[in-house]
């Protein structure tokens, strides 16, 4: 279960499925987490989310939504969402977006398979 539910970056944490981390904002975190320059610069700058940002996207953070990964791509999209709905009613729709329709779990990214048995609409990991 994570308690820290998303990142300033527009990341929700919630279907993020590092085990050592209970999510950006929260008391347990990993060291990719620790060292992140978003985080850090959200923080320094008192903002809750990159998208209230006079500077968003900076550089580093739209590359960093190009790169590689599916989920990086999700950012830009939530953090427009979030820009217009605010943060409260995008983390209930993320909640219903990533848990299993026959069970209700938590589910991640890239998992293909619910607890339960279900098969879920998960994302393909980079070659
Ligand atoms: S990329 Fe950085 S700001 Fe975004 S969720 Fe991860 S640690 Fe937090
Ligand atoms: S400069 Fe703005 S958009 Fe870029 S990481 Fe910092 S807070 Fe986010
Ligand atoms: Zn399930």
């Given amino acids: 279960m994570k308690t820290g539910q998303f990142g300033p970056c527009g990341l929700y944490c919630g279907a993020c499925g590092a085990e050592d981390c209970h999510g950006c904002r929260s008391g347990l975190i990993d060291d990719h987490v620790k060292t992140c320059e978003f985080r850090h610069c959200a ?33 830009s999209p939530n953090l427009q969402f979030i820009q217009e709905h605010g943060i409260q009613v995008w983390l209930e729709r993320q909640a219903l ?19 339960c048995g279900e098969g879920l609409r998960a994302w393909e990991l980079p070659a």
């Fill in 43 to 75: 923080k320094d700058k008192s903002l809750e989310a990159c998208c209230f940002c006079a500077d968003y996207p900076c550089p580093r953070l739209a590359d960093f939504m190009n790169d590689k990964w599916p989920h990086h791509w999700s950012m």
């Fill in 97 to 115: 977006e990533w848990s299993c329709t026959a069970c209700g779990a938590p589910t991640h990214w890239y998992q293909k398979n619910c607890t």
